[in-house]
């Protein structure tokens, strides 16, 4: 029994690895599709409807004048950036984190620009005026403003006023809309940001994530994520909608009403948007709205503390139980996780002995549970012969096998179960412990012993979210792995002992090619197991036969 448990929690490890480095991936379940009665606007690319309300007309064109571009420099402590005249929107955007971090590229991947869609015309995307030219954010300046102005050639005035703050990656962005014509108006506007579906073979990543993979959005409070070759074009009632990878998100958040979440794909590029049906204006009349837009990275707490629930992009999973329970949601687990770790890490101010400072709090809170659980394998192992004993004299009566045994049990006060259900427990917390690990942000870049580069290869984890590239600490977890496979105690059929031996290499190649913040959680935690081993060889004495079970063996 306590075998198959054995066999059952590594087996179960192994497979929660394996899928959550090769499947795992957010659920795809799509929204709500909107109500039929209530037809929302076209998706991005599409044009606006050919029909306008009775009030409004399509104006003709206005002669604009025009505005040659230019960009506005924008420098804070977390990032730096640039705010184009063409269409009013980021042009750059580079993130001061852990590295000069680009999250636009020109031409592949970036915001598309204010753009402005009414019935019978093609989509415009305005061209502005802008001030002032530069902003410094710092303690001294923790705020700042660029204001655009600009016109859609059909009479409409469009004043859009972003928001830069030296502490977060989000900007505001104050929109107004002023009729100027002679008669009233009706149009859509639409903000949105583009990425390409595959990543050019020809333009290298410059950091891990920096390509976004999936599509989020949330509907009614809860997050849905999307990949992104699975885009169809798309319009819903929701709170939020970004681009996302694992570890970053670029996102927009309306916080006004009347916008509605867009996605869509046109070519090789996926789009997604914040879109507004603008109220029939008539002659001299505005509307306003705001638009959040947040580019960075999936910080947990950073997210939460701007309170639109983007926290919700960071995809914890849930920890599998049986289907008449659900699931267990493994942000409960770890999101304490997360905070423990970088609580540790503003003391040693080295993630890899956070990780190592992690791994022995668990240990130790675990430790009872585990000594009972040892306690009851090493009782087990000390059975094992009478049990066999009882399985050779009544081979022929499984009843009589099955009431000897537990009579057998009870003789010795020892509990089949006493080995599975404190590791059973134990298991959450630990699943609970490398999903953090995964999605934690804070560990890209971070070095834990980094001797540097040697013909352009780090010596010797220079970072914790990248593979070992010498591989010698997968290598030492499966050397740790083997060790523990042989000192834990064996019951039954030998040949099942001799499979397990084949566990360490099977998941040794698993390990190669993760982040090396996981491989040294997973090698610490089998040398502490080791060392738990080893505190009871010591300790515990086997558990001697009765006169009861001698004289029926």
């Not at 050639?153 to 900007?171: A, C, K, P, Q, W």
């Not at 412990?433 to 560990?443: D, F, G, N, R, W």
Request: charged share 20%; proline share 9%; with cysteine.
């Amino acid at each position: 029994m306590e075998k198959r448990a054995i066999i059952a929690a590594l087996l179960m490890a192994g497979l929660l690895i394996a899928y959550q480095t090769f499947f795992m991936h957010p659920s795809d379940t799509p929204a709500p599709p909107p109500k039929a009665e209530a037809p929302g606007p076209k998706p991005i690319g599409s044009p606006a409807p050919a029909s306008t309300p009775a009030a409004a007309v399509v104006p003709s064109p206005v002669p604009v004048a025009e505005v040659p571009v230019r960009a506005a420099r924008v420098d804070g402590p977390l990032y730096k950036a640039q705010v184009s005249s063409r269409g009013g929107d980021l042009s750059a955007w580079e993130l001061n984190y852990r590295g000069l971090k680009p999250m636009i590229v020109p031409g592949q991947m970036g915001p598309r620009g204010i753009t402005i869609e009414r019935a019978g015309q093609p989509p415009r995307i305005v061209d502005f005026s802008l001030s002032p030219e530069s902003l410094d954010l710092g303690r001294a300046a923790a705020r700042g403003e660029i204001t655009l102005v600009g016109d859609d050639g059909f009479g409409l005035r469009i004043t859009e006023t972003l928001r830069f703050r030296s502490d977060g990656y989000d900007v505001e962005r104050v929109l107004r809309v002023e009729n100027r014509g002679r008669a009233a108006q009706a149009a859509e506007i639409v903000i949105g940001w583009s990425a390409p579906l595959t990543w050019p073979k020809d333009i290298t990543e410059k950091f891990q994530g920096q390509h976004p993979t999936r599509i989020v959005r949330a509907v009614n409070g809860h997050a849905v994520h999307e990949d992104i070759a699975k885009t169809a074009d798309h319009v819903d009632d929701g709170q939020w909608i970004g681009l996302e990878s694992e570890w970053y998100l670029a996102a927009l958040v309306p916080q006004t009403p009347g916008f509605r979440l867009a996605e869509g794909k046109t070519g090789d590029t996926v789009l997604v948007a914040v879109r507004a049906a603008l109220p029939v204006l008539e002659p001299g009349k505005s509307w306003e709205g705001r638009v959040l837009a947040y580019v960075g990275p999936k910080e947990y707490d950073r997210l939460k503390a701007l309170g639109f629930g983007l926290e919700k992009a960071v995809y914890f999973g849930g920890f599998p139980l049986p289907q008449s329970y659900g699931g267990l949601p493994m942000e409960w687990i770890a999101v304490p996780i997360l905070w423990l770790l970088r609580w540790f890490y503003g003391y040693t101010l080295n993630y890899g002995v956070a990780i190592i400072l992690l791994t022995v709090i668990t240990k130790v809170v675990f430790f009872p549970l585990t000594l009972k659980s040892m306690r009851s394998m090493k009782s087990m192992q000390a059975l094992q012969p009478q049990i066999n004993a009882l399985r050779s004299k009544y081979k022929s009566d499984p009843q009589r096998i099955q009431r000897e045994t537990m009579e057998l049990y009870r003789e010795h006060r020892v509990n089949p179960l006493g080995g599975c259900l404190p590791m059973v427990v134990q298991i959450p917390v630990f699943y609970a412990l490398y999903v953090a690990l995964s999605v934690a942000v804070e560990i890209q870049n971070a070095p834990f012993v980094c001797f540097g580069r040697f013909f352009g290869m780090d010596l010797w984890i220079c970072d914790l979210a990248a593979q070992d590239p010498t591989y010698v600490l997968p290598i030492l977890m499966g050397v740790s792995m083997f060790v523990q496979q042989k000192m834990t105690p064996t019951m039954g059929d030998p040949r099942q002992a001799k499979m397990m031996l084949l566990m360490p290499v099977v998941f040794t190649f698993m390990f190669l090619n993760l982040p090396s913040g996981l491989v040294l959680y997973w090698t610490l935690s089998n040398v502490f197991q080791i060392a738990q081993q080893l505190y009871m060889e010591r300790g515990v004495a086997p558990v001697k036969p009765g006169a009861r079970a001698q004289k029926k063996a």
